[in-house]
């Protein structure tokens, strides 16, 4: 949607994440079209580190992410993996997979035809028990956690099909844009396995128990518009208006206070996770903080002299 300025090597990661700062947000952008964007690990890391530095930064007061082609994100490469290895047990999509085609086979699972010799391919060392578990928590995880952890708000333009932890990277955003043309899957099932990359833990809070079973069950796909019904997307909008749609809205989040907003999301995220005692320490304790800054400062003042804030992100 929104290009860098420079033109990187074609290949590289910098050019299959594109990235740019423009009046306070930074657009990250996954530009594999090809591949319906399904994430390869160094990608995935990518995008880690620029989450993780646009918290950091104060320049950067909102964060977007969305992506290149007819594909939002089609989940984990599964042959992405340093050496070939990583991914494969994981739920993520592939290529060809998440726009409802068929599902790739032997390859994609990690799998090898009885002719296929030991010439042929070097054989990944064997998994043990644990294995799996730690590749998650440093993988799939890992992004989910770094878009809930990231101190600025981060808007999803999804674009096209977002499928497995595609579907899951969008819905970890604190807010959602679709274009009518998008849709989510969760594949996990389809291949007998569990939901990854938070699954089961962001879907119950959107959607509520009963509905989040019948997602993660079923593995159907889910139109922008049924997402907005069922509580998936904040709004959905024309696939020609998504970029205007997205820049309004990320420009809003850029002008407002910065760390009120940081502070809200730590509350908001972790509202459900225990119990009002420990809801309402959390709100007081970030209140005290909160009032420490230039731009709740400013707020007060605005409202006592019936003007317009201008916040800025300090």
Known sequence: MTPTPVSPEPGTTDSLILHTTDNAVLWITLNRPAALNALTWDQRERVIALL??????????????????????????????????????????????????????????GTRSESEGPQDRARPPERVVGDVARMLRRGAQRLVAAVLDCEKPVLAAVNGTAAGLGAHLALACDLVLAAESATFIEVFARRGLVPDG??????????????AKELLFFGDAVTAAEAQRLGLVNRVVPDAGLEKATRD???????????????????????????????????????????????AREGVASFVERRRPTYRGR
């Open 52 to 109: 993780c530095d646009a918290s950091a930064d104060p320049d950067v007061r909102a964060v977007v992410l969305t992506a290149t082609g007819k594909g939002f994100c089609a989940g984990a490469d599964l042959r992405g993996g340093p050496g070939g290895g990583e991914g494969q047990a994981a739920g993520g999509s592939g290529p060809g997979d998440g726009d409802g085609q068929a599902e790739d086979g032997g390859e994609q699972a």
């Open 198 to 211: 938070g699954g089961a833990y962001l879907l119950p809070r959107l959607v509520g128990p009963q509905r």
């Open 249 to 295: 809205w990320a420009e809003r989040l850029a002008a407002g206070p910065t760390r009120a907003f940081a502070l809200t999301k730590q509350l908001v995220n972790a509202s459900l996770d225990g119990d009002r005692g420990a809801a309402f320490a959390a709100e007081a304790a970030a209140q005290e903080i909160n009032m420490t800054t230039v731009d």
